[in-house]
Nanobody, 129 residues
Framework: EVQLVESGGGLVQPGGSLRLSCTGS????????MSWARQAPGKGFEWSSF????????YYADSVKGQFTISRDNAKNTLYLQLNSLKTEDTAMYYC??????????????????????YGQGTQVTVSS
């Protein structure tokens, strides 16, 4: 059974940082590209970042470019998202997502929801003073 479990969310002041983790099990983590997405209260689902299976390629949404950093440790079956310079508008539930196809070469259109088949339960990030 495929499972994705996020952790690391919490309450942080504006300007602060957090590192989110997503641990995968039930599949060969190292051969799947992964992404992070978020959903703020009352807003739609927003893809934020993508990383290829080996970690050599990353993409970011314009809204988080230069602020968030995606990475992975395939030896630990874990995906990370470093969130820096957090703003109140970054408050959201953050989800990791697994691509549907293994060893996939993904271009710049990495944010098609139909290309992902599993999501974690989410970890809440609240940015507030």
């Amino acid at each position: 059974e495929v499972q994705l479990v996020e952790s690391g969310g919490g309450l942080v002041q504006p300007g602060g940082s957090l590192r989110l983790s997503c641990t995968g099990s039930g599949f060969t983590f190292s051969i799947y590209a992964m992404s992070w997405a978020r959903q703020a209260p009352g807003k739609g689902f927003e893809w934020s970042s993508f990383i290829s299976s080996h970690g050599s390629r990353t993409y970011y949404a314009d809204s988080v470019k230069g602020q968030f950093t995606i990475s992975r440790d395939n030896a630990k079956n874990t995906l990370y998202l470093q969130l820096n310079s957090l703003k109140t508008e970054d408050t959201a539930m953050y989800y990791c997502a697994k691509r549907r196809i293994p060893r996939e070469v993904v271009g710049t259109r990495w944010f098609n929801q139909g290309d992902y088949n599993y999501y974690g339960q989410g970890t809440q990030v609240t940015v507030s003073s």
